[in-house]
C-alpha cells in the first residue's frame, strides 16, 4: 500500500525568507500523481502544485516550486519570498488511482 | 470560478443519530470523493464514486455510512448511526473525468460533532 510521510510536524521561516517542507512517499507504482495541498485556519483545502510522476521537470507556481526525486520517492515544496498569508497546514499527498493519500501534514509558522 | 460547497458547515448531533451532509460538487465534473480529518490529524479518503456507484471505499467506510447522488447535482454523506468517534471534519470532493491529472476540487469542509 502507499504511504505518505511527512517528517517536520512544525516549520517556522521568517517573512521573505525561503523554506523547505519534506514529503516521502512509497509505492510500487510507476505513474502516479503527487500534489501540495494548503490548509489554512479556515480548514479549505487548496492545491499549492501538482506534478505528474513520468515528468522530470520540477513543477513550478510562482512562488512555490518542487523537488521530485523519483528514485529517492521524494517531493519536497519550496516557498520563496514567505508571506504571512502562507501560514498554514500543508498537506503532501499522493493520488493512487482513484483517490489521495495524505501525509499528517507540515505546520508552517511565518514570522514577521 | 465554480467550487464545490458543502451544507451544513457545522453540524452537532447527538450520538446514535443519523446526519446527512450535503455536497455540491461543480457541474461538470465526474468523479465525487468525500475525506474525513479527525481534529490534528492527516486527511483520510472514505470513498469516491463515479457513474452512480462507489468505486472504492476505505475501511472506515463501513456499513453505518453510505452515499447517494440523488438528483444529479447533490453528492450527499449519510452516517446511520453516529458515534463520538465519528467527530471530525467532512470534506466533499469532485474531479473532471478527463485529463487524468486533474487535482481534486475540494469544498469548504463540514464539521460534525457528535455528543
Known amino acids: 500500500a502507499q504511504t505518505v510521510t511527512q517528517s517536520q510536524p512544525e516549520m517556522s521561516v521568517q517573512e521573505a525568507e525561503t523554506v523547505t517542507l519534506s514529503c516521502t512517499y512509497d509505492?510500487?507504482?510507476?505513474?502516479?500523481?503527487l500534489f501540495w495541498y494548503k490548509q489554512p485556519p479556515s480548514r479549505q483545502m487548496i492545491l499549492v502544485i501538482r506534478?505528474?510522476?513520468?515528468?522530470?521537470q520540477n513543477a513550478t507556481e510562482n512562488r512555490f516550486s518542487v523537488n521530485f526525486q523519483k528514485a529517492a520517492k521524494s517531493f519536497s515544496l519550496k516557498i520563496s519570498d514567505s508571506q504571512l498569508g502562507d501560514a498554514a497546514m500543508y498537506f503532501c499527498?499522493?493520488?493512487?488511482?482513484?483517490?489521495?493519500?495524505f501525509g499528517t501534514g507540515t505546520r508552517l509558522k511565518v514570522l514577521a | 470560478e465554480p467550487e464545490v460547497t458543502q451544507t451544513p458547515s457545522h453540524q452537532v448531533t447527538q450520538m446514535g443519530q443519523e446526519v446527512i451532509l450535503r455536497c455540491v460538487p461543480i457541474?461538470?465534473?465526474?468523479?465525487f470523493y468525500w475525506y474525513r480529518q479527525i481534529l490534528g490529524q492527516k486527511v483520510e479518503f472514505l470513498v469516491s464514486?463515479?457513474?452512480?456507484?462507489?468505486?472504492?471505499k476505505s475501511e472506515i467506510f463501513d456499513d453505518q455510512f453510505s452515499v447517494e447522488r440523488p438528483d444529479g447535482s447533490n453528492f450527499t454523506l449519510k452516517i446511520r448511526s453516529t458515534k463520538l468517534e465519528d467527530s471530525a471534519m467532512y470534506f466533499c470532493?469532485?474531479?473532471?473525468?478527463?485529463?487524468?491529472?486533474?487535482?481534486?476540487?475540494f469544498g469548504p469542509g463540514t464539521r460534525l460533532t457528535v455528543l
Open positions: 457541474s461538470n465534473h465526474l468523479y
Open positions: 509505492t510500487s507504482e510507476s505513474d502516479y500523481y
Open positions: 464514486f463515479y457513474n452512480n456507484e462507489i468505486s472504492e
Open positions: 506534478q505528474e510522476a513520468y515528468k522530470q
Open positions: 470532493a469532485s474531479r473532471p473525468g478527463l485529463p487524468s491529472y486533474n487535482e481534486q476540487f
Open positions: 499527498a499522493y493520488r493512487s488511482s482513484n483517490k489521495y493519500i
